[in-house]
C-alpha cells in the first residue's frame, strides 16, 4: 500500500515534534488535530487509515461505529490506558494497539518527586525565598526512611517505584491482582494497605472494579496522616471523599498527577479564566495537595519510546498477522492479553 494515512487527534506542540521526528522515512502521512476524538468530531477521521488517540479522547460504540463506517482499520492508542475505549464493542470491528510501557522511569521518578516535594515542603519553600522570605516556620518535613509505602499495582512502573522506594531504606508492602513471581515483594491484601501504610501510591490501570478504590470507607481504615500519590487514573480516588479526609485531617497529603474530571481541564491554559470545577479549586487550594496537569510522562526520552512504538504497532498492523500490543475485549478477560495465539485477536 502507499502511506498509512493517520489522523492524530488531541495533538500538542511536543507531540507533533516526536512524530515528525520519529516519522524518518516519511512513510506516514499524519495530520494532526488539535481538537479530541469524540462524537462531535469522528467525522475528521473519513478516509484516514489510522486514529491515534491519547487519554482524554473518547472513544464509545457510537465513535467505534463511525470510524468503522468510514473505512478506518485501526486505532492507535499512544499511551497505556484504554478505559476510554469501549472495547467491548470494538471487538470484531476495529483493531485497538498501545504504548504498554513508554518510559516507566519517568510515572515512578515523577511520583517521587511529588512525594518529596510534598513531605518536605520545596514548593512552600521555593515560593517563600522567591519573595525572599528565608522563615523555615511551617515548613518542618518527615523522614521517608523507615516508613512503610503501600504500591498498588506492581507492573513497571509500581516495580521501578519500589526500587527507588528501597533506595530511602522504606518498608515496601503491594497489592496486585495478579503478584508479580519471584519479585521479593510483601504482597498482602487491599486492607492491610489501608491499614499500614504511612504513604500510598497508585500504579494500577482503571477498571470498574477499582474505580474509587479510595472512598469514605477506606479512608477511614487509613493512618491519620497518611499520604496519597496518584500518577495512575484519577477515578481511583474520589475526589469528594479526598477533600473530606484532607478536611478531617486523616489525610496528611495528596500529590496528584491525575484528577478524575481532568478531561475538561488538564493540557490547557486556564491561568486568565476561572475553572468551574470547584472540587478541583478545592483540592489545589489546600495546603497540602500538589497538583500537576498529568505530566508524569513528559521526558524527552519517554515522548520518543511513545512514537516509535506507536509508528511501529501502525506498521506491525498493516504488515504481518499479528500485534504484539493489541487489546481487545476477548483477551481483557482473561486480565490482560497474553498474545499467545500467532495472529491477531480477531
Not at 476495529?94 to 518510559?103: G, L, Q
Not at 501504610?197 to 477511614?220: G, K
Amino acid at each position: 500500500m502507499g502511506k498509512i494515512r493517520i489522523a492524530f487527534f488531541d495533538a500538542k506542540d511536543y507531540d507533533i515534534e516526536s512524530f515528525n521526528k520519529a516519522n524518518v522515512d516519511d512513510r506516514y502521512e499524519i495530520t494532526f488535530f488539535e481538537t479530541r476524538l469524540s462524537e462531535d468530531t469522528v467525522k475528521l477521521a473519513e478516509g484516514f487509515d489510522v486514529v491515534c488517540v491519547f487519554v482524554n479522547d473518547s472513544i464509545g460504540a457510537k465513535v467505534i461505529d463511525g470510524l468503522v463506517n468510514d473505512g478506518v482499520k485501526l486505532i492507535a492508542l499512544r499511551c497505556a490506558g484504554y478505559n476510554n475505549v469501549d472495547i467491548e464493542h470494538a471487538y470484531g470491528r476495529i483493531h485497538i494497539v498501545r504504548v504498554p510501557a513508554y518510559s516507566p522511569y519517568a510515572v515512578a521518578e515523577h511520583a517521587i518527586a511529588l512525594l518529596m516535594a510534598s513531605v518536605r515542603k520545596i514548593h512552600k519553600a521555593y515560593d517563600r525565598t522567591r519573595d525572599f522570605n528565608f522563615s523555615l516556620s511551617g515548613l518542618t518535613g518527615f523522614d521517608l526512611h523507615g516508613k512503610t509505602v503501600g504500591v498498588i499495582g506492581t507492573g513497571k512502573i509500581g516495580r521501578i517505584f519500589i526500587d527507588i522506594c528501597r533506595g530511602f531504606g522504606m518498608n515496601i508492602i503491594a497489592y496486585d491482582k495478579y503478584p508479580a513471581k519471584d519479585s521479593g515483594i510483601e504482597y498482602v491484601e487491599l486492607s492491610e494497605i489501608w491499614k499500614r501504610s504511612d504513604i500510598i501510591s497508585f500504579h494500577c490501570p482503571l477498571t470498574d472494579e477499582n474505580m474509587h478504590m479510595v472512598n469514605d470507607d477506606t479512608i477511614a481504615m487509613m493512618k491519620k496522616g497518611v499520604v496519597l500519590i496518584n500518577t495512575s487514573r484519577g477515578a481511583l480516588i474520589d475526589s469528594n471523599a479526598l477533600l473530606r479526609g484532607i478536611k478531617d485531617r486523616k489525610i496528611g497529603a495528596a500529590c496528584l498527577d491525575v484528577y478524575e474530571e481532568e478531561s475538561d481541564v488538564f493540557f490547557h491554559d486556564f491561568s486568565g479564566q476561572i475553572v468551574d470545577d470547584d472540587t478541583l479549586t478545592r483540592l489545589i487550594s489546600m495546603p497540602n495537595v500538589i497538583v500537576t496537569s498529568h505530566q508524569a510522562f513528559l521526558t524527552g526520552e519517554a515522548l520518543a519510546n511513545i512514537a516509535d512504538t506507536t509508528l511501529a504497532n501502525v506498521s506491525e498492523y498493516f504488515e504481518n498477522d499479528v500485534c504484539a500490543n493489541e487489546i481487545c475485549y476477548h483477551c481483557e478477560k482473561v486480565g490482560s492479553c497474553p498474545q499467545a495465539h500467532a495472529h491477531k485477536c480477531f
